[in-house]
């Protein structure tokens, strides 16, 4: 049999193939049922109903389930919600004080309206919060039930008990209870926890009748028949049955005798409840019932509905009658039908097919023309979303790829891919960091040939390669280091290769810097000279130096790892791990950071000394100590030997000291009595003209000498550093007079004039040393004036900048090139004809180079030949506070012999006869009592029974020094005696020592005896002493008349001994006073038949005393008359004759007469009267001035200045405020010196 063929049915349209399927479809049907004619159609017809009814059961019963299930997640939803959760929280607590309080009631009110706000997705008719114990906490609508317990009252609300108690059960959301009631009732529970603590459960109310017309409302049937909720329980016995509300036809039904019967057949039909599909039928007043049954899982019920049997079929037969006419209807017009239908569902294919080309074609922007809600136009639907979507994929894709595109062009590190070997993709990156293009053989970039190959089959062999490192050629050739990555990845259809590329050249060349240094490091440790030790904070030894294992012994595999107490010595050995720690904990310590000599211990257990600078390092969390150690043996030696060369030099340099005091002092010594007896000689009268000059030789030679040894200690202090400089304030200009002033007699000795020049602009008020600056000043005009024969010489002060410049120039004999270059060195002139023509050592300049240097400063010369030097003295001295100048001129002022306004009992220890004698003389000479021993043995036992107002002491004596003999005095001393010491040492040490020795004072040798008067005056107590003669002031005169004195007095010898004439009035004046007490002592004597021995040696006494004054003042017939009585007065106290007495008052009171006389005639003829003038409170201020002007400072002498002026003359003050203002301190002490001995007798005792 030959198979059917379709090729024809294949060529037809597929319009054609429709329209006559179609038709075929249409007439089939048609045909059918003529041929099974109406019974077949009827039974089909009640099938088809009661289908219907089944599918209107299903939809009422799932509209139920789908309601109550939606409401349990609803509320096991709000179980989770943490407000609902606080709310209940609070109203738990609350309910603890009592559920029916009104406090309770309105807290649960206000709790109500908050609980409302999360309640809006639930359909409900009350909501409830029962505890666990079952008490009601909470009520929405029926609020009455608050406070009501569900367990020991179920009775009330016996659904909402049942399902309260499922829900603490299960701890889950369930629903339960269909009550018999006024309305029906379901209850849904659930628990709720709040932080896991079961709080208690919330319940929700539904009203079915509410909602059941919605529920069980359908298309079908609307709300026909009759529907019932019906709860069985495990023995599927029915318990209950409520009915809905039913149509008009089914009114009766809701009278008891209806609802009877129909409990009865649901019993009597048990097989109906179990099965969903099946139906049953039952009859009630002439109706007959169709009952269907749906399980209602949810609520552990099922949903039953009875339908009346007639009313269900009449709509059948309806319906099947309507059917009749269509298929008639369909007969006539299903070709028209046919055409519609087929071309409807062709065209929509047509526009399916050209959507689909365009589709193709890219343009996804077309859109099909399609409407309607059937398949194809749902089909066109779905092809335009598709489009839409794949448009909007295609622009996110567009745009992903933009980004990723971004990404890789602003990648930092290099991205490429590869596929076999050769490039197709490269990101900026790695065009900028390599030399690629795309296309490029990727064998071309390595720069060892070969690498990309091996590095491809490793690939192969793992899938993916990391942290590769390789040489790759970058732009414009320079090799890179890169560190690639491989992975083999798809890349438009083919296996490609991608790599990243990160360049580490930079990284690889501080790696090779790094290792560089650290092969410096490791070749500075192997060959340091010193040993380097690295240890932790645990004492390991990390590292050791070829260095320390030659200091140690050991070797550097023998240590490390080994504890650094290996190499220290016993006890630090078993303490060093505690040094460490204790360092770790305090951070100080006495060596790290520091350096130290320390003990050490080789391998071979020597110790031996080690020096040892250790430093920490701290390294991420770790502590590193890093010890330098060099092995001193041989510097300890060397130190040995230098100390021992030094305590030598030491010892030396104490001779050399000690040699210099000796020699000072043995010199000193006898020039003391030389230059004291030559004073004493030179004023002794009747002296020849030839023993005067001789005397007056003695005297300048001691005093040169004096001075070489002073410039010779100058210079060995300048040596050693031991001279100090002061900074005062003081007057330059006044300064520069003083020092031309003490060199101007010998300048005119020579017919030489000094001219002062003080530059417009130059500071003249500086801070400095005025002493040191007016020794160099003074050193340099001395050189001027000895090497200057004629001429003049200049002072020029000015400024270089900010230095103030002295220049000393004269006109005298020069030095040539060779000679100026070692003008400043010791003991250095121009050659050895000018050592022998002008004298000196030449250690002037020298001194005057080291103090200049010392003082920040410098000194140059300049000189020619035959024409002259210059000297220029540059010092950087700072301005003085400005001081404005006073007015008024410097008077003429009195003078007199500097004599002293008290006596003293003094106590002279002095082993030297020459010396003692000398100043025994002078002081007895101004009316001192002074007592001679010889050491300071003797002094002590003196002073201990003696009553001495003053104590000179010699520092070197036998037996007893002076140091010791006054730190015994002072041990035993009642009340303070001054000291003073009497030395020709000239150390500084001396001079501390005799301080240190309880001494108040020290006078240098020769002894200045002016100096030392005034010293003793000031140093010594007022209360102690007995008061000296006192004068008025007498004003200076020039013409006072000495003729009274002619018979007396050698007029024109006499007062040249003296300053000048005011001062010899003055002097005139006070022996006439002490005349006076003279006369009265004398007229006593010659009334006494005999005398003791003790008023002999007074009287004796006197006349020494007058003897002296006599001779100061040239009355040589008093002084031959004192000195006649004082001799004739032995030393037992005898006098052998009183004519001698009566001469010598007669002498005396004819001398008073004629000092009267030429005294008022000074005063008549200078018209000016002696002031009452309190001379004890002048005396002590004018010494206490002369004291303020050692402190250079003149705010402190003008505060003593305004109590002098009260009780002096203005005019004699005012030039002294003139001097202080001008810094001229040399003038002020003379001007006061003046003063001061116009009010002190020279014959004063």
């Known amino acids: 049999m030959k198979p059917v063929s379709i090729e024809p049915w294949s060529r037809l349209s597929l319009r054609s193939r429709m329209l006559i399927t179609f038709i075929t479809a249409a007439l089939l049907p048609s045909l059918l049922i003529s041929l099974y004619g109406l019974s077949d159609e009827k039974q089909r017809m009640q099938s088809e109903a009661l289908a219907t009814l089944s599918e209107t059961m299903d939809l009422r019963a799932s509209r139920l389930t789908v309601f109550i299930g939606e409401q349990k997640r609803h509320l096991a939803t709000l179980a989770y919600d943490p407000a609902l959760q606080d709310i209940f929280d609070q109203l738990e607590k609350a309910s603890a004080a009592g559920l029916n309080t009104p406090h309770y009631r309105d807290f649960a009110a206000l709790k109500a309206t908050e609980i409302q706000t ?98 069980l409302y359908d298309t079908a049937y609307g709300k026909a028949g009759i529907s019932a909720i019906v709860q069985s329980d495990l023995t599927n016995t029915l318990n209950e049955v409520r009915l809905t ?120 922007q077309h859109k099909i023309n399609l409407h309607g809600r059937d398949e194809l136009a749902q089909l066109g639907m779905s092809f335009n979303q598709m489009a839409s979507d794949l448009t909007h994929d295609r622009a996110q894709l567009e745009g992903e790829q933009q980004k990723l595109q971004k990404i890789l062009s602003n990648s930092p590190i290099g991205l490429g891919i590869s596929v076999q070997g050769q490039l197709c993709f490269a990101n900026p990156k790695l065009e900028e960091m390599l030399q690629v293009q795309v296309g490029m053989s990727m064998e071309d ?16 062999a793992k899938g993916f390669l990391l942290g590769h490192e390789v040489q790759l050629y970058g732009r414009n050739g320079a090799i890179r280091d890169v560190l690639n990555n491989y992975v083999v990845m798809p890349f438009s259809g083919e296996e490609s290769v991608l790599v990243w590329s990160i360049d580490i050249t930079d990284r690889k060349q501080i790696e090779r810097d790094i290792q560089a240094k650290e092969e410096r490091l490791r070749s500075i440790i192997n060959s340091a000279i010193d040993g380097i030790v690295v240890i932790d904070e645990k004492g390991i030894i990390l590292e050791f130096s070829p260095a320390a294992e030659s200091i140690f012994g050991y070797s550097a595999s023998e240590v490390l790892g080994q504890n650094v107490s290996l190499l220290t010595p016993s006890p630090h050995r078993e303490r060093h791990d505690t040094y460490i720690q204790h360092y770790l904990k305090v951070r100080q310590s006495n060596i790290v950071g520091a350096s130290r000599e320390v003990e050490a211990v080789r391998k071979g257990g020597n110790h031996f000394p080690l020096y040892l600078a250790v430093s920490e390092t701290p390294i991420r969390d770790q502590l590193f100590f890093t010890a330098i150690v060099r092995d001193i043996t041989k510097e300890k030696e060397v130190e040995r030997e230098l100390e021992s060369q030094k305590s030598r030099a030491e010892a030396a340099s104490r001779a050399k000291s000690a040699f210099m005091a000796n020699m000072s ?110 020794q160099i000043v003074l050193n340099l005009l001395s050189n001027a004036v000895k ?118 009992s003094i106590l002279l220890a002095e082993d030297i006869d020459t010396n003692a004698q000398l100043v025994t003389t002078r002081l007895s000479s101004e009316g001192h009592q002074v007592t001679r021993v010889r050491n300071g043995m003797e002094a002590l036992n003196t002073f201990k029974t003696g009553d001495y107002d003053l104590i000179l002491m010699d520092m070197l004596m036998p037996v007893m020094d002076g140091l010791e003999a006054t730190r015994q005095i002072r041990a035993i001393e009642d009340e303070h005696t001054p000291i003073i010491a009497l030395t020709a040492s000239v150390t500084e040490e001396d001079y501390t020592n005799c301080l240190a020795a309880g001494m108040d004072s020290v006078q240098r040798k020769p002894v200045n005896i002016t100096e030392l008067l005034e010293h003793i005056e000031a140093i010594v107590p007022e209360q102690r002493g007995t008061p000296g003669l006192q004068t008025a002031y007498v004003p200076a005169s020039n013409g006072l008349d000495l003729a009274p004195l002619g018979h007396l007095v050698d007029i024109a ?31 006593h004597v010659l009334h006494q038949k005999t005398l003791s021995s003790q008023d002999a040696r007074a009287v004796k006494e006197t006349a020494h005393a007058v003897k ?94 305004k109590e002098l002026e009260a009780c002096w003359h203005k005019q004699d003050v005012l030039p002294l405020y003139k001097a202080l203002e001008q810094f001229d301190f040399a003038l002020a002490e003379r001007l006061t010196r003046a003063l001061l001995e116009s009010i002190e007798a020279p014959g004063d005792r």
């Not at 099946?278 to 019920?301: C, H, M, Q």
């Not at 970039?445 to 192969?460: C, D, F, R, T, W």
């Not at 900010?802 to 090139?817: A, E, H, P, R």
């Not at 005898?1134 to 008022?1160: G, H, K, P």
Request: charged share 20%.
């Open 118 to 215: 999360h309640l809006k997705a639930i359909n409900y008719y009350d909501f409830l919060f029962i505890k666990t114990n079952g008490d009601i906490i909470s009520a929405l609508r029926q609020q009455d039930q608050i406070g009501d317990n569900l367990f020991t009252e179920p009775e009330a609300a016996p659904t909402l008990s049942k399902a309260v108690q499922y829900a603490l059960t299960t701890l889950s959301s369930i629903s339960s209870g269909i009550e018999r009631s006024d309305r029906w009732t379901l209850f849904i529970a659930t628990p709720i926890y709040v932080k896991n603590t079961l709080l208690g459960v919330i319940a929700i109310q539904l009203e079915l009748e509410d909602v059941a017309s919605t529920l």
């Open 245 to 364: 509300t039913p149509d008009q036809s089914f009114s009766s039904a809701n009278d008891q005798e209806t609802r009877a019967r129909l409990l009865s057949h649901l019993e009597a039909t048990p097989s109906i409840t179990g099965q969903n599909g099946d139906y049953s039928t039952f009859s009630v007043y002439d109706k007959n019932y169709l009952v269907f049954y749906r399980e209602l899982p949810i609520l552990g019920a099922g949903l039953a509905v009875a339908f009346d049997q007639s009313t269900a079929f009449q709509a059948i037969s309806h319906k099947i009658l309507v059917w009749l006419y269509l298929l008639i209807a369909t007969l006539g017009f299903s070709i028209l039908l046919g055409l519609m239908v087929t071309r409807s569902l062709t065209r929509p294919i047509s526009e399916l097919i050209r959507a689909t080309n365009e589709f193709s074609a890219g343009n996804l």
């Open 445 to 460: 970039l390595y720069v060892q040939p070969g690498s990309h190959a091996s590095i491809m089959n490793e690939l192969k």
């Open 665 to 774: 002092h043995e010199i000193r010594t006898p020039m003391n009595a030389i230059m004291g007896f030559s004073e004493l000689l030179l004023n002794t009268t009747g002296l020849s003209e030839e023993a005067r000059s001789q005397a007056e030789i003695i005297l300048t030679s001691s005093q040169s000498l004096l001075a070489i040894i002073d410039d010779i200690l100058d210079l060995s202090k300048l040596e050693a550093g031991r001279m100090s400089l002061e900074t005062v304030a003081f007057h330059l200009p006044s300064l520069l007079n003083d020092a031309i002033s003490m060199v101007n007699r010998k300048a005119a000795e020579k017919g030489l004039n000094i001219s002062l020049d003080v530059e417009a602009g130059t500071i003249e008020n500086v801070l400095g040393d005025p002493t040191r600056l007016r």
């Open 787 to 904: 090497f200057t024969p004629s001429g003049h010489v200049g002072v020029r002060l000015h400024r270089n900048g900010s230095l103030t410049c002295v220049t000393v120039k004269d006109t005298g004999i020069g030095m040539d090139s060779e000679q100026l270059a070692h003008v400043f060195e010791p003991f250095s002139q121009a050659d050895e004809s000018i050592t022998r023509r002008f004298g000196g050592t030449g250690l002037g300049l020298t001194i005057c180079k080291q103090l200049a240097e010392r003082m920040s400063g410098r000194i140059h010369a300049q000189s020619t030949l035959n024409k002259g030097t210059s000297f220029t003295v540059e010092l950087p001295l700072p301005p003085a506070p400005t001081v404005t100048e006073r007015e008024g001129n410097l008077p003429s002022a009195g003078h007199s012999m500097p004599l002293p306004s008290r006596r003293f």
């Open 1053 to 1083: 010898s006499a007062p040249g001994l003296w300053s000048d004439k005011t001062a010899y009035a003055n002097g005139l004046r006070l022996f006439a006073k002490q005349i006076q007490k003279d006369l009265s002592q004398l007229d």
């Open 1108 to 1201: 002296g004054s006599a001779a100061n003042l040239g009355f040589s017939s008093v002084t031959r008359a004192a000195e006649t009585l004082e001799s004739s007065i032995d030393t037992a106290g005898t006098i052998t004759s009183f004519a001698d007495v009566q001469s010598l008052r007669s002498t005396l009171s004819e001398a008073a007469t004629a000092i009267d006389s030429c005294l008022r005639s000074a005063l008549n003829e200078d018209n000016d009267q002696p002031l009452n003038i309190d001379q004890t409170l002048a005396g002590t201020l004018l010494r206490t001035l002369l004291a303020s002007f050692e402190f250079l400072n003149p705010d402190r002498s003008r505060s003593i200045l």
